[in-house]
């Protein structure tokens, strides 16, 4: 485990090699001497540039023919050693340039733009999110990952460095949404109302102050360390697939041969003496399930496994009690079955309720409520597909065109968040999933999980590359504070944060390093608050401050262009891919930590860690 600094944000050059930078820049310029006259009247408009007149700047630029004609001059560095003691960045080419190169094809899905530097090219790569490209104004500097390798182009001068963002933000805006990065382009693709999202350079963070001054945090908070805690074989050879975490006595480790039983400590996990397997019932054979949801007290589990295209028919209802498959449900609408995608408890604390009977169900095109509660008042059996009990469909939505659902999630009060493919988040109120509330758009990638708080002002997105924080407060006309949830925001929509990985941490995290499971700690009472963000990205579990990253006066937002990125976070590393990485319930943080403990499962093994504060 780390932080995320130390081994990027290193000076590159001494003082001695930047003084024979700027004169090797000066010889080499492609540039003709007129033009460098030109440019350099260019480099006094980019150092008074407001995001306002950044569309002249592209104009002016155009005009000259230096935009996408001429490669840019530029020291490439790259690093080595990995991980080790000895890694360091090297100078791999003291003469470098670079330029954004238009390889517009006629296949539309293939990206137009990309980033090249020579000679060699040393580079060729997409301007897309894969390269998490990050920044520091202070050396000049934009690190990147490309080829399986991090790479460092330094800049010249303040004035190229400002011209180097600003093509990228350029190019990757036309790459992502392919139209062209201007203003009609821009309200084509966020429409009014969501103009901080477009220009998040001029966007108010009036919103995200208001948020952190509601929170009264402490004025200064402790240093804290991770401790590890416990570490659980999955036992019997068999690996795990998933968890699912109690708030009460158990939590649950899903494999593929069963359901295995561990105890809740305050400390985390513990298996010994609760080893108890979950098999299918009579006539029903047991395969690995996708989901497994609590309900009832946590005495109850419904499981769903994956049938075709990822998607189930129907769940299996287990008494955990006996450990025993005790009916199996079908999915079902007018006489017909269907299929669902995803299913989740009704709110934050259902699982808790020892009369639940619903849940929510979600597939492509279609958010739901389903009642376990038989209208026939038949007695569930097992047995045949044909004499399963059918669920019934108490509430939702069937959409006729392509909404494209892809994952959810409910907070305290049964308000439900939706993610789709096209990178959309839908909000919907408990009272109606007819029409969302509010509908935030997509920046390009698609939502492959959703998580929010239980007051449902804070939502959090996960996508392969990123996660994205979007916060749902607004005040209607008579000043009251409501969230998207319960009203429509109009134009009063902040511009969302990004948690990302510095390009070297999302090339150690390994070749599975896409983000999945994006979650806030877990709380299920008003008036508490979570703490901290969890996602895992291949052997990395990563942890960010919460208060942290709404701190719009953070260091990692300082000078940034674009939305506002945040690399502040703590690195759980395992030597194998890891499963999943949760919270477990606050009533489980001790006196000593301000958090309940971080359970980390990897195939064979699970962990518990505490955040201890560090003395």
């Not at 090699?17 to 480099?43: F, H, L, N, T, V």
């Amino acid at each position: 485990m780390g932080g995320s600094h130390s081994r990027e944000d290193i000076d590159l050059t001494s003082s001695d090699e930047e003084e024979e930078y700027e004169e090797d820049y000066d010889a080499r310029s492609p540039i003709s001497e007129p033009a460098a006259s030109a440019g350099q009247r260019d480099d006094d408009l980019l150092r008074t540039a407001t995001p306002s007149s950044l569309e002249a700047i592209d104009a002016k630029l155009r005009s000259l023919d230096l935009k996408y004609q001429h490669p840019t001059a530029a020291k490439l560095y790259l690093h080595v050693g990995g991980s080790s003691p000895s890694a360091r960045w090297v100078l791999d080419e003291r003469r470098a340039t670079y330029a954004f190169v238009d390889k517009a094809s006629d296949d539309a899905s293939s990206p137009r733009w990309f980033l090249e530097v020579r000679p060699g090219p040393r580079v060729s790569a997409p301007v897309d999110s894969a390269l998490q490209l990050k920044t520091n104004p202070t050396q000049r500097r934009a690190d990147f990952a490309a080829g399986g390798s991090v790479w460092a182009l330094r800049l010249p001068t303040d004035a190229e460095f400002r011209r180097f963002g600003l093509e990228y933000e350029r190019c990757i805006f036309e790459n992502t949404y392919g139209v062209e990065a201007t203003d009609e382009g821009r309200k084509e693709v966020f429409g009014a109302d969501f103009a901080a999202w477009a220009r998040p350079d001029e966007a108010d963070d009036a919103v995200w102050a208001d948020a952190e001054e509601s929170l009264n945090p402490p004025a200064a908070a402790p240093a804290r360390d991770l401790l590890e805690e416990f570490e659980e074989d999955a036992g019997d050879g068999d690996s795990i697939q998933s968890l699912a975490l109690g708030a009460l006595d158990n939590s649950f480790l899903v494999g593929g041969a069963g359901i295995q039983v561990v105890k809740n400590f305050q400390h985390g996990l513990h298996g010994k003496g609760a080893s108890v397997r979950i098999s299918g019932g009579s006539g029903i054979a047991y395969s690995t399930p996708k989901k497994a949801l609590l309900m009832r007290g946590e005495t109850n589990m419904l499981l769903m496994s994956p049938g075709e295209a990822l998607r189930s028919n129907g769940v299996h209802h287990v008494d955990i009690e006996t450990g025993k498959v005790v009916a199996e449900w079908r999915f079902e609408k007018d006489g017909t079955d269907i299929t669902m995608r995803d299913i989740a408890n009704d709110s934050k604390g259902a699982q808790l309720e020892p009369s639940g009977s619903t849940f929510l169900g979600l597939d492509d095109n279609r958010l739901c409520r389903w009642d376990m509660r038989d209208a026939r008042g038949r007695v569930q059996t097992i047995g045949s597909s044909s004499e399963s009990p059918v669920l019934k469909w108490s509430q939702g939505h069937q959409f006729s065109r392509g909404t494209n659902f892809q994952c959810f999630a409910s907070t305290g009060d049964g308000s439900i968040v939706v993610g789709s493919v096209d990178g959309k988040i839908r909000l919907y109120s408990k009272s109606s999933m007819r029409m969302a509330k509010t509908a935030f758009p997509g920046l390009g990638s698609p939502i492959t999980h959703v998580d929010v708080t239980f007051d449902g002002k804070w939502i959090l997105g996960t996508t392969d590359t990123y996660l994205i924080l979007i916060c749902t407060i607004f005040k209607d006309k008579d000043g009251k504070e409501k969230t998207g949830f319960s009203g429509r925001m109009g134009n009063r929509i902040a511009a969302p944060r990004l948690l990302k990985l510095t390009p070297l941490d999302s090339i150690l995290a390994g070749t599975d390093n896409k983000f999945h499971g994006g979650q806030f700690s877990w709380v299920t009472e008003n008036g508490k608050q979570e703490k901290h963000l969890v996602a895992t990205v291949g052997k990395f579990s990563v942890i960010w401050n919460f208060q942290q990253v709404k701190d719009s006066n953070h260091e990692c937002y300082r000078d940034q262009q674009g939305l506002k990125s945040c690399y502040c976070y703590k690195v759980v590393l395992k030597d194998e891919s890891i499963v999943d990485s949760r919270f477990m319930h606050e009533k489980f943080a001790t006196g000593d930590s301000p958090e309940a403990p971080l359970v980390v499962a990897t195939p064979m093994k699970v962990s518990s860690f505490s955040i201890a504060n560090r003395r």
